[in-house]
């Protein structure tokens, strides 16, 4: 089956915002007397979207918050990232032309465990937000990655079949996600190195290696 449409994961995939996400939790973490370091996060929450990263958050550190304080939480941790994405250009290096290349030759479009708010605000930022033909963000899909609601849904939106979308992820929840739907797949090695995707169909090193060619061959 030929390839009709490509989907992005969006965290880091198109932006270097992971380590935003990690800045934003530790200021709004740290009250509540939890350390939140790097290795931890990338580790254990780094596939989850805020709820979710949040509440297995405070399962493993033993905090009891009931559904309004997450909804708090969630809320004020957009605003911290906000402020930080406001303050420095966030998308990895030859990410706008990339999307631009596929946008030439497939329809695009994002599933990601992003609030929508937050990937709006980036794409605005870059000038490519209408290069894409649909959005999965956070609260879209009754589950998450790596669930394969969010690339189900994805495929949906633009009215093909799974099988002939291609993904792009950078974590094995989302991979995961994407082959349970039924999607070819390619990782990139932004956050974890290329030893840990041995069943994604592609691995890649940057977005300039993404080339209409090797989508294509897939």
Same mark, same amino acid.
């Given at each position: *089956?030929?390839?009709?449409?490509?989907?992005?994961?969006?965290?880091?995939?198109?932006?270097?915002?992971?380590?935003?996400?990690?800045?934003? =939790? /530790?200021?709004?973490?740290?009250?509540?007397?939890?350390?939140? @370091? #790097? #290795?931890?996060? &990338?580790?254990?929450?780094?596939?989850?979207? @805020?709820?979710?990263?949040?509440? +297995?958050?405070?399962?493993?550190?033993?905090?009891? !918050?009931?559904?309004?304080? $997450?909804?708090? !939480?969630?809320?004020?941790?957009?605003?911290?990232?906000?402020?930080?994405?406001?303050?420095?250009?966030? %998308?990895?290096?030859?990410?706008?032309?990339?999307? +631009?290349?596929?946008?030439?030759?497939?329809? $695009?479009?994002?599933?990601?465990?992003?609030?929508?708010? @937050? $990937?709006?605000? *980036?794409?605005?930022?870059?000038?490519? /937000?209408?290069?894409?033909?649909?959005?999965?963000?956070?609260?879209?899909?009754?589950?998450?990655?790596?669930?394969?609601?969010? =690339?189900?849904?994805?495929?949906?939106?633009?009215?093909?079949?799974?099988?002939? &979308?291609?993904?792009?992820?950078?974590?094995?929840?989302? %991979?995961?996600?994407? +082959?349970?739907?039924?999607?070819?797949?390619?990782?990139?090695?932004?956050?974890?190195?290329?030893?840990?995707?041995? @069943?994604?169909?592609?691995?890649?090193?940057?977005?300039?290696? %993404?080339?209409?060619?090797?989508?294509?061959?897939?």
């Amino acid at each position: *089956m030929s390839v009709r449409a490509v989907v992005f994961d969006f965290d880091g995939v198109l932006a270097d915002s992971e380590p935003l996400h990690l800045e934003a =939790y /530790q200021a709004l973490l740290e009250p509540h007397g939890i350390h939140l @370091d #790097q #290795q931890t996060y &990338c580790e254990r929450y780094l596939g989850y979207d @805020d709820e979710g990263a949040l509440r +297995r958050i405070a399962a493993d550190n033993g905090l009891l !918050l009931g559904d309004e304080e $997450i909804e708090l !939480l969630i809320v004020e941790k957009g605003h911290v990232f906000e402020a930080l994405v406001g303050s420095r250009d966030v %998308l990895y290096p030859g990410a706008a032309d990339c999307v +631009r290349r596929l946008a030439a030759a497939w329809p $695009i479009g994002v599933a990601s465990g992003a609030l929508r708010a @937050d $990937i709006d605000l *980036m794409l605005r930022g870059a000038g490519i /937000q209408p290069l894409f033909k649909f959005i999965v963000a956070a609260g879209d899909t009754d589950r998450t990655k790596p669930a394969p609601d969010p =690339y189900l849904r994805a495929a949906d939106l633009h009215g093909v079949p799974p099988g002939a &979308c291609v993904a792009i992820e950078d974590s094995h929840w989302g %991979l995961d996600s994407a +082959r349970a739907a039924g999607m070819r797949t390619i990782a990139i090695t932004h956050t974890y190195p290329r030893d840990t995707f041995a @069943d994604a169909d592609v691995v890649v090193d940057s977005l300039n290696e %993404l080339t209409l060619d090797l989508i294509s061959r897939l």
